[in-house]
C-alpha cells in the first residue's frame, strides 16, 4: 500500500447506524475508488416526537492515492 487519503463525511439512514455508514460508503464509491479503511469517527440520531428518525454517522475514509 503507497499513500492513503482520508476524508471525512456524514452518512444518514432512518434505519440504524451501521445502515448510514454503510449508505456513505456506497454513495463514495461512486467518485473514489480504492478505499481502503473506515473508520467511524462519531455516531448521532435526530429525534422527533420522542422517537428516533434519522441516525448519522460521521465517518473518515481511508483510500489509496494514485499517480
Do not use: C, P
Request: aromatic letters at 6%; proline letters at 0%; glycine letters at 6%.
Amino acid at each position: 500500500m503507497g499513500v492513503i487519503i482520508v476524508r471525512e463525511m456524514v452518512g444518514t439512514s432512518s434505519h440504524s447506524w451501521s445502515d448510514a455508514a454503510r449508505q456513505a460508503v456506497a454513495l463514495a464509491t461512486k467518485t473514489v475508488r480504492n478505499i481502503r479503511t473506515v473508520e467511524v469517527v462519531q455516531s448521532t440520531a435526530r429525534v422527533e416526537n420522542g422517537e428516533i428518525v434519522e441516525y448519522r454517522v460521521q465517518i473518515k475514509l481511508g483510500f489509496e492515492y494514485e499517480e
